[in-house]
């Protein structure tokens, strides 16, 4: 069974901070892909990035940043400078190498709220 | 390049009836899978469709149904509506190569059914 956990319901910050989400999952897959998605109020959800399980290097895009350690079986989403678009729910999801129909198993999701 | 669409946007049923959501692939991905998003919770699978069959089921009763066309559009057919199938309706296409997972999934903007 896969499970992904996110404490966070929600986090509030003021507009410029730093703003880390945190994510841990469970697998008994030894090959598996872990996702943020984005979801705005409009619904939509917007994909950020996808990592697999052998690649533990730190990514870097603009603000955003991603640390995935297989140790701790976390993979943490940080915005750095938030703005105030940046105020969404986000998701971590994970996909098990062989998991049926390529389905995620989503967490419950942190909202953000960014303010000015 | 189009991205993923759904019809209708908002929809609003009655307990018993039967409810047809659609949506369109983006262009050039052959795979489509649907999701439940329940209010305050991340998606859940449903399934998806691959080459116009079902390839993989989350933890749905059969009352939930699909199809995919040849144009890799798709349906979701839902029977004998419950109230608690009132929810945020996802569609996400991928490009799929292979029967291993991991592909990233786009999603669609969804339909959201109420079941009075």
């Known amino acids: 069974a896969q499970k992904v956990t996110q404490a966070q319901t929600e986090i509030s910050v003021v507009e410029k901070e730093d703003v880390t989400l945190d994510c841990v999952y469970e697998?008994?897959?030894?090959?598996?892909?872990l996702f943020w998605y984005k979801q705005p109020p409009s619904g939509e959800l917007v994909f950020l990035i996808r990592?697999?399980?052998?690649?533990?290097q730190n990514e870097i895009s603009g603000r955003y940043s991603w640390n995935f350690q297989k140790s701790t079986s976390s993979f943490n989403f940080t915005i750095t400078a938030s703005q105030v678009v940046d105020s969404a729910v986000y998701f971590c999801?994970?996909?098990?190498?062989?998991?049926?129909?390529?389905?995620?198993?989503f967490g419950g999701g942190t909202r953000l709220m960014v303010k000015p | 390049e189009t991205g993923v669409t759904q019809s209708p946007t908002h929809l609003i049923k009655t307990r018993g009836q039967q409810v047809t959501l659609r949506c369109s692939s983006q262009?050039?991905?052959?795979?489509v899978s649907w999701y439940q998003q329940a209010l305050g919770q991340g998606p859940q699978f449903i399934f998806q469709?691959?080459?116009?069959?079902?390839?993989g089921r989350g933890n749905f009763p059969p009352r939930f149904s699909g199809l995919q066309f040849p144009n890799y559009s798709s349906e979701l057919n839902v029977n004998a509506l419950e109230l608690d199938d009132s929810a945020l309706y996802l569609c996400?296409?991928?490009?799929?190569?292979?029967?291993?997972?991991?592909?990233?999934?786009?999603f669609g903007p969804g339909t959201r059914l109420t079941v009075t």
């Open positions: 697998t008994r897959d030894t090959t598996y892909y």
């Open positions: 990592r697999n399980s052998f690649d533990e």
């Open positions: 469709y691959y080459r116009e069959e079902e390839n």
């Open positions: 999801a994970l996909s098990g190498l062989y998991n049926a129909g390529n389905m995620l198993t």
């Open positions: 996400a296409s991928s490009l799929v190569v292979s029967s291993t997972a991991g592909y990233e999934q786009y």
């Open positions: 262009s050039g991905h052959n795979t």
